[in-house]
């Protein structure tokens, strides 16, 4: 499957996927730039979703 779709269904690897699931994990553990980088690469596999992850990483940057 391709990393976007890898992406949707939750899986996350050493090969660079990604999940929400997974930069929620980042934050909890504050690792915040960790969490808005994955939040980027979310930005560009889900578009239609791009102005909520902006949010969450505005809000990221604050605590930064």
């Not at 992406?7 to 980042?26: C, F, K, N, P, Q």
Request: charged share 30%; aromatic share 10%.
């Amino acid at each position: 499957p391709s990393a976007a779709a890898r992406a949707r269904s939750g899986e996350t690897g050493s090969d660079g996927t990604v999940s929400e699931t997974l930069a929620e994990i980042y934050v909890k553990q504050e690792f915040y730039q960790r969490a808005i980088d994955i939040y980027e690469k979310l930005i560009l596999l889900y578009p239609e979703k791009s102005a909520y992850f902006a949010t969450l990483i505005e809000k990221l940057k604050n605590k930064i």
